[in-house]
């Protein structure tokens, strides 16, 4: 008897990713509700550019391969489009919260009927170890050597706070995956992230804190640790915005 | 061959961009050959503005007007820049309610018709564009009567359907007053 | 054909929903804000999209997602909305996708002036964004072609599968004339099998893309995508004539530009100067053929333009320099009048058939 098995909605393309980051764990997260739905077949994927650019080549949907933080800009297209198909995004913290923040913030106040998957690490991993719109004061990283500073780099965003301001958003949620018990809270809040647009409800994003063992210089244990020590602290986990509730 | 060139200028506001447009309006009417170009941007919005209008009996070239035969003035700054650029033997239109100096050349014919007074007195203050359009069709003959009304059906949308009768009264008060 | 008076830039707009376009992206700015509000009025009626986006870095990029999915799309800008859409555009070229691009053109650097400028020349025809590509453009002399050309220009993007630039100027945008539009077509009922629009569990996925991370691929398609526009080069080019049969001096001018020559012409033919002019329609691919041909027979050339001799260097190119070629340019808002063009066709026709 089959237990556990490669989602449908994943290739069998070997991933790139390095060892103990989170973004498998995450594609496959998105995969497994793909599956569970029953929207494989009309569902199109926006990938952004960072370390999860490739995803384009992991999901079996249609995709498309967006700009540096266009992704949601892209998205809006496509579904005023195809209003019927089912459209997400899956961006980094770079993408998203930094050179995309002008795209993220219009489509989450016009309520634009998409799903964001919004992977925040703390750190611009694919150029190799920059500093973040996300990263923690003090956090050291290449372009922050001595570590952010707030005087000169001012404060790490909360992408699901700042959005929670507007009237747009349906569905706003922070989760993580550093243990099997987060891992399955992220998958409930994905999929009702999907099913909201299924449901027309509107803009639904899931920020996922996520580890980067390569570039925070940890080993996988110690980066999952951190993600509780230092980053849950700064940025808590929890509903920020949920229009039926 | 058939051709006018024509400059419609003032202060924005004054409704001179429409003047401009029951000519172009009227020229379609007829099948003539015609442009209608505006000046455009900020100065819309309270400074100067003009309008461009060419009816032809042949394509149109350029659409900028740099020497008109007729010119229509509603504001001393329009006609101090365009006086000196009227081709020879062409005709100036002038509110002389709002411009009171006359003009300085001899070589073309000066039409002075209080337009404002005369649209105030009709109790349509907004419409000196039209008496002072009246006068110029009637003056010039660049375009037909039934036209001009065709062009004003046209124009003017139906939910204001009340202003063709006024605009039409202005009009035929610039034709009647006798400059 | 019934005419009816309209500016240029809702001829576009009208134009594009008649070709069965139903999206479009745009923000605001001048000179061409008007395809917007057309678009604004009209798009809701017939179950279009229009969208004000965020600024005109989203309004491309939503004018990507549509064209992945097959549908025809376009957007609206002025100079410096358009070099915010460069982005965009060359993402477009790099996946193979066709999309309108509109550029009305107002005087630059920087932020400029917002009077009519032909200064975006090498920006569109030198491929407008990072990297090797063009995009076809189309440049509209008159009302009537900025209606016809904006069906073209989807054509022609779809055929090639590439963006086509209507690169117009703020006259062209705001001046009236009658025009005979164009027929109505349905929006096209079947996505073209490249199309991303979900793949029904049928077939493997599609996917919009322009990364190519290693490098043989990445050379391989840049080249077939050359081989394409060879194919542009070949088969598209548009320019009209205008008394060229016996012409000494060549006028080369196009938009605006091309207007005011066409009277300056007419004022030297009756001074008994030998003047015609060759405008080019198309500016990338550009009427090389045509221009070199004239080189054997005329004395001079004369660009008119108006940026600092944009145009200037491409007659050059396509002629071999082996004529003079004189310029009459003005910029920053300026339009040359028919005189000044007149004298310039006298200057070149003195002073190229002195050269002979």
């Given at each position: 008897?089959?237990?556990?098995?490669?989602?449908?909605?994943?290739?069998?393309?070997?991933?790139?990713?390095?060892?103990?980051?989170?973004?498998?764990?995450?594609?496959?997260?998105?995969?497994?509700?793909?599956?569970?739905?029953?929207?494989?077949?009309?569902?199109?994927?926006?990938?952004?550019?960072?370390?999860?650019?490739?995803?384009?080549?992991?999901?079996?949907?249609?995709?498309?391969?967006?700009?540096?933080?266009?992704?949601?800009?892209?998205?809006?297209?496509?579904?005023?489009?195809?209003?019927?198909?089912?459209?997400?995004?899956?961006?980094?913290?770079?993408?998203?919260?930094?050179?995309?923040?002008?795209?993220?913030?219009?489509?989450?106040?016009?309520?634009?009927?998409?799903?964001?998957?919004?992977?925040n690490?703390?750190?611009?991993?694919?150029?190799?170890?920059?500093?973040?719109?996300?990263?923690?004061?003090?956090?050291?990283?290449?372009?922050?050597?001595?570590?952010?500073?707030?005087?000169?780099?001012?404060?790490?965003?909360r992408?699901c706070e700042?959005?929670?301001?507007?009237?747009?958003?349906?569905?706003l949620e922070r989760v993580t995956v550093n243990s099997?018990p987060q891992?399955?809270n992220a998958?409930r809040a994905?999929?009702?992230?999907?099913?909201?647009?299924?449901?027309?409800?509107?803009?639904?994003?899931v920020e996922v804190l996520?580890?980067?063992?390569?570039?925070?210089?940890?080993?996988?244990?110690?980066?999952?640790?951190?993600i509780d020590?230092?980053m849950i602290p700064y940025y808590p986990l929890g509903v920020f915005?949920?229009?039926?509730? | 061959?058939?051709?006018?060139?024509?400059?419609?200028?003032?202060?924005?506001?004054?409704?001179?961009?429409?003047?401009?447009?029951?000519?172009?309006?009227?020229?379609?009417?007829?099948?003539?050959?015609?442009?209608?170009?505006?000046?455009?941007?900020?100065?819309?919005?309270?400074?100067?503005?003009?309008?461009?209008?060419?009816?032809?009996?042949?394509?149109?070239?350029?659409?900028?007007?740099?020497?008109?035969?007729?010119?229509?003035?509603?504001?001393?700054?329009?006609?101090?820049?365009?006086?000196?650029?009227?081709?020879?033997?062409?005709?100036?239109?002038?509110?002389?309610?709002?411009?009171?100096?006359?003009?300085?050349?001899?070589?073309?014919?000066?039409?002075?018709?209080?337009?404002?007074?005369?649209?105030?007195?009709?109790?349509?203050?907004?419409?000196?564009?039209?008496?002072?359009?009246?006068?110029?069709?009637?003056?010039?003959?660049?375009?037909?009567?039934?036209?001009?009304?065709?062009?004003?059906?046209?124009?003017?949308?139906?939910?204001?359907?009340?202003?063709?009768?006024?605009?039409?009264?202005?009009?035929?008060?610039?034709?009647?007053?006798?400059? | 054909?019934?005419?009816?008076?309209?500016?240029?830039?809702?001829?576009?707009?009208?134009?594009?929903?008649?070709?069965?376009?139903?999206?479009?992206?745009?923000?605001?700015?001048?000179?061409?804000?008007?395809?917007?509000?057309?678009?604004?009025?009209?798009?809701?009626?017939?179950?279009?999209?229009?969208?004000?986006?965020?600024?005109?870095?989203?309004?491309?990029?939503?004018?990507?997602?549509?064209?992945?999915?097959?549908?025809?799309?376009?957007?609206?800008?002025?100079?410096?909305?358009?070099?915010?859409?460069?982005?965009?555009?060359?993402?477009?070229?790099?996946?193979?996708?066709?999309?309108?691009?509109?550029?009305?053109?107002?005087?630059?650097?920087?932020?400029?002036?917002?009077?009519?400028?032909?200064?975006?020349?090498?920006?569109?025809?030198?491929?407008?964004?990072?990297?090797?590509?063009?995009?076809?453009?189309?440049?509209?002399?008159?009302?009537?072609?900025?209606?016809?050309?904006?069906?073209?220009?989807?054509?022609?993007?779809?055929?090639?599968?590439?963006?086509?630039?209507?690169?117009?100027?703020?006259?062209?945008?705001?001046?009236?004339?009658?025009?005979?539009?164009?027929?109505?077509?349905?929006?096209?009922?079947?996505?073209?099998?490249?199309?991303?629009?979900?793949?029904?569990?049928?077939?493997?996925?599609?996917?919009?893309?322009?990364?190519?991370?290693?490098?043989?691929?990445?050379?391989?398609?840049?080249?077939?995508?050359?081989?394409?526009?060879?194919?542009?080069?070949?088969?598209?080019?548009?320019?009209?004539?205008?008394?060229?049969?016996?012409?000494?001096?060549?006028?080369?001018?196009?938009?605006?530009?091309?207007?005011?020559?066409?009277?300056?012409?007419?004022?030297?033919?009756?001074?008994?100067?030998?003047?015609?002019?060759?405008?080019?329609?198309?500016?990338?691919?550009?009427?090389?053929?045509?221009?070199?041909?004239?080189?054997?027979?005329?004395?001079?050339?004369?660009?008119?333009?108006?940026?600092?001799?944009?145009?200037?260097?491409?007659?050059?190119?396509?002629?071999?320099?082996?004529?003079?070629?004189?310029?009459?340019?003005?910029?920053?808002?300026?339009?040359?009048?028919?005189?000044?063009?007149?004298?310039?066709?006298?200057?070149?026709?003195?002073?190229?058939?002195?050269?002979?």
């Amino acid at each position: 008897m089959i237990v556990f098995e490669k989602p449908k909605s994943l290739t069998d393309a070997v991933m790139h990713y390095c060892p103990g980051c989170t973004h498998g764990i995450v594609h496959r997260l998105v995969a497994e509700t793909i599956d569970e739905l029953g929207i494989e077949g009309k569902t199109i994927g926006i990938a952004p550019v960072g370390c999860s650019v490739l995803a384009y080549n992991y999901f079996t949907c249609d995709m498309i391969e967006a700009a540096h933080g266009r992704a949601p800009a892209v998205a809006t297209g496509v579904k005023r489009s195809l209003p019927d198909n089912i459209v997400f995004t899956y961006q980094g913290d770079g993408d998203l919260a930094s050179i995309g923040m002008c795209e993220t913030i219009h489509s989450a106040a016009r309520g634009e009927n998409i799903t964001i998957i919004f992977i925040n690490n703390a750190i611009y991993g694919m150029t190799g170890g920059q500093m973040a719109p996300t990263s923690l004061i003090g956090q050291i990283t290449q372009t922050s050597p001595y570590g952010r500073n707030a005087d000169t780099q001012g404060y790490p965003i909360r992408v699901c706070e700042l959005l929670s301001e507007l009237d747009g958003p349906a569905y706003l949620e922070r989760v993580t995956v550093n243990s099997v018990p987060q891992v399955k809270n992220a998958k409930r809040a994905i999929k009702k992230a999907f099913q909201n647009q299924i449901d027309g409800k509107g803009f639904s994003l899931v920020e996922v804190l996520s580890s980067c063992p390569t570039n925070w210089g940890m080993t996988p244990q110690d980066a999952l640790k951190w993600i509780d020590e230092k980053m849950i602290p700064y940025y808590p986990l929890g509903v920020f915005k949920d229009k039926e509730g | 061959m058939r051709e006018n060139q024509i400059i419609i200028a003032g202060f924005g506001g004054q409704g001179l961009l429409f003047s401009g447009k029951v000519l172009a309006y009227a020229g379609l009417h007829e099948g003539r050959h015609l442009s209608w170009l505006p000046s455009y941007g900020p100065e819309m919005r309270g400074g100067t503005a003009n309008c461009n209008v060419i009816l032809s009996d042949r394509d149109v070239g350029s659409p900028i007007v740099t020497h008109p035969d007729i010119l229509m003035v509603m504001n001393t700054p329009s006609l101090d820049k365009y006086e000196d650029e009227v081709q020879p033997g062409g005709s100036i239109f002038i509110d002389s309610s709002l411009i009171t100096r006359k003009v300085r050349r001899t070589d073309v014919t000066a039409h002075y018709i209080p337009a404002t007074q005369i649209a105030v007195d009709l109790g349509l203050p907004t419409l000196a564009n039209m008496v002072l359009l009246g006068a110029l069709v009637k003056d010039t003959g660049c375009i037909e009567d039934e036209s001009l009304k065709a062009s004003l059906e046209q124009v003017i949308p139906a939910r204001r359907a009340n202003m063709l009768e006024l605009n039409l009264k202005a009009l035929q008060a610039g034709k009647d007053y006798d400059a | 054909m019934e005419k009816v008076l309209m500016k240029g830039n809702e001829a576009i707009a009208e134009a594009a929903i008649r070709a069965g376009c139903r999206h479009y992206f745009g923000y605001p700015i001048t000179p061409q804000t008007e395809v917007a509000a057309y678009m604004a009025k009209r798009m809701p009626k017939i179950d279009g999209v229009f969208l004000q986006a965020e600024s005109e870095i989203a309004a491309i990029n939503m004018v990507y997602g549509v064209s992945a999915t097959g549908k025809r799309v376009m957007t609206s800008s002025s100079s410096p909305g358009i070099a915010l859409k460069t982005e965009g555009i060359s993402y477009l070229a790099g996946a193979d996708l066709p999309a309108l691009i509109v550029n009305v053109q107002r005087g630059g650097p920087g932020l400029g002036g917002i009077q009519p400028s032909q200064a975006d020349y090498f920006l569109a025809t030198r491929g407008p964004g990072h990297g090797d590509f063009h995009v076809l453009v189309l440049a509209p002399s008159s009302v009537q072609e900025m209606a016809d050309l904006t069906v073209r220009g989807f054509e022609l993007a779809e055929k090639y599968r590439m963006p086509a630039m209507l690169l117009a100027d703020g006259t062209m945008g705001q001046m009236m004339e009658p025009v005979v539009l164009p027929e109505e077509q349905k929006p096209a009922a079947k996505a073209p099998g490249w199309a991303v629009t979900g793949t029904e569990c049928k077939r493997p996925h599609n996917i919009a893309n322009s990364l190519y991370l290693s490098p043989a691929e990445l050379e391989r398609l840049n080249v077939e995508r050359f081989e394409r526009y060879a194919e542009v080069e070949k088969n598209e080019v548009m320019w009209e004539e205008f008394m060229m049969d016996d012409a000494e001096v060549c006028v080369v001018s196009c938009g605006i530009t091309a207007r005011v020559s066409r009277n300056a012409i007419i004022e030297a033919r009756a001074m008994g100067i030998k003047a015609g002019m060759i405008r080019p329609i198309t500016l990338w691919p550009f009427p090389k053929k045509p221009l070199l041909a004239a080189a054997d027979k005329v004395n001079a050339f004369l660009t008119v333009e108006l940026s600092m001799g944009q145009m200037h260097e491409d007659v050059e190119l396509a002629i071999r320099c082996k004529k003079p070629v004189y310029m009459c340019n003005r910029v920053g808002g300026m339009i040359p009048s028919p005189d000044e063009v007149l004298n310039s066709i006298k200057k070149a026709a003195e002073e190229g058939g002195k050269a002979q």
